[in-house]
C-alpha cells in the first residue's frame, strides 16, 4: 500500500496533501492547453462540472458548445457526429445506441396518433415490425409499398401520410428504387422522405442530392467494421428537421458511450478502403454465382442478375 507521498504534490503548497484515494480520482495534472493528436480524445460524462451555476444555466443541450449533461453528448460524440454528417453531405447528426434506435427516434419525432407512414415491403424487419407496433399501439397506421412503384408512390399518399421511408438498397432482396422518383412523389404532397442508407454508407450513394429529406444509418455495419460496436446515427440537411431530432433524442434518453464512440472513430479513418474491397470481392462472388447451374438467382445491388 503507498502512503501520500507516493502520489503527485497538489499545485497549491498552501493545501494538504491529497488522500491516496482522492488522488486517484481528481490529480493535479492538467494537459497544456493546445494539446492535440491524432486520435480524439476520450472524454466520458454522465454527471459533469461547471464553473458555477450562471454558466450551467446558460449552457443550451441542443448547441454542442460544451459539456451540458453526458446523455447529450460529449466532445467525442460531437467529433463523430460531425464526421458523419459531412460523409454523408449533411449538416447535423446524431448518434443512438443502435441502427433501430435511430429509425424509431425519425418515427416518434415526426409521427403522432392518426398520422400514415409508407415503408417498402422489403424494409429491414424490425423497421416493419415497428411500424407494426406503431399501428397496433400508437394508432399510426403502417402501410407497406413496392419499393419500385416509382412515381406511382403519388397514389398511396393519403391526406395523413407524413412519411416515407426508404431504403437503396433494400435490405435484403438487393433492390434498387427511384429515390428521385419517390422523393418527387411524396414532396409534391408535402411527405418527408427517410432512407436506411446503411448499405452504402453515405459512400456508394449520396441521399441528400436525390431529393431524400432524412438519412439513417446502422453505424454497426461499415464505420464500425469490427463488429463490436451497436451505433445509429440520423442525418439531415434542414434545421428544422434537426430541431425536432433533437427533442426525440433528448425524450427518449438515446444516449451513447463514449468508448463506443471512440471505436467508431477510430475506424472511420479506413472506412472507405474497407468499403471499396468489400465491393471488388462481393462483385466477384456475385459474377461466379450467377454462372452457377444450381443458383436461380443472385440478388446484388448493381444487378439482380437472374440466371
Known amino acids: 500500500m503507498s502512503d501520500s507521498n507516493d502520489f503527485p504534490a497538489p499545485s497549491s503548497a498552501s493545501l494538504p ?21 491524432f486520435p480524439v480524445g476520450i472524454h466520458h460524462a454522465s454527471t459533469v462540472l461547471f464553473p458555477n451555476v450562471a454558466a450551467m444555466r446558460s449552457r443550451d443541450w441542443r448547441e454542442k458548445l460544451g459539456y451540458t ?7 467525442t460524440s460531437f467529433v463523430l457526429e460531425a464526421r458523419l454528417a459531412e460523409i454523408e453531405g449533411g449538416s447535423y447528426c446524431r448518434v443512438t445506441p443502435s441502427g433501430l434506435a435511430a429509425i424509431a427516434m425519425v ?13 417498402p415491403d422489403n424494409v429491414y424487419g424490425p423497421s416493419k ?12 397506421t403502417a402501410r407497406f409499398y413496392d419499393p419500385m412503384i416509382g ?9 395523413n401520410t407524413r412519411l ?7 435490405s435484403v432482396s438487393m433492390e434498387v428504387p427511384d429515390i428521385p422518383a419517390l422523393c418527387r412523389a411524396a414532396h409534391a404532397r408535402g411527405v418527408l422522405v427517410a432512407i436506411d ?42 434545421q428544422a428537421l434537426n430541431e425536432k431530432l433533437e427533442l426525440a433524442h433528448m425524450r427518449l434518453g438515446f444516449g451513447v458511450g463514449m468508448d463506443d464512440v471512440y471505436l467508431v472513430l477510430r475506424s472511420l479513418s479506413s472506412m472507405r478502403l474497407r468499403f471499396q474491397a468489400h465491393d471488388t470481392a462481393a462483385r466477384k462472388v456475385a459474377a461466379w454465382l450467377k454462372q452457377r447451374p444450381e443458383i436461380v438467382a443472385v440478388l446484388h445491388p448493381a444487378s439482380r442478375m437472374p440466371r
Open 129 to 140: 415490425d415497428l411500424g407494426q407496433w406503431l399501428e397496433r399501439d400508437f394508432q399510426i
Open 164 to 170: 416515407v421511408w426508404t431504403e437503396a438498397p433494400g
Open 107 to 119: 418515427n416518434f419525432a415526426f409521427l403522432k396518433s392518426g398520422d400514415d407512414v409508407l415503408l
Open 17 to 37: 496533501p491529497l488522500d491516496p484515494q482522492t488522488a486517484l480520482i481528481h490529480s493535479s495534472y492538467r494537459a497544456p492547453d493546445g494539446f492535440e493528436a
Open 197 to 238: 442508407n446503411t448499405w452504402a454508407a453515405g459512400l456508394a450513394f449520396k441521399a441528400f442530392d436525390h431529393g431524400v429529406d432524412i438519412v439513417m444509418q446502422a453505424v454497426t455495419k461499415y464505420q464500425s467494421g469490427g463488429s463490436d460496436v451497436l451505433m445509429g446515427a440520423v442525418i439531415v440537411r434542414d
Open 151 to 159: 412515381a406511382g408512390l403519388a397514389e398511396l399518399i393519403q391526406p
Open 69 to 75: 449533461y453526458g446523455l447529450h453528448g460529449t466532445p
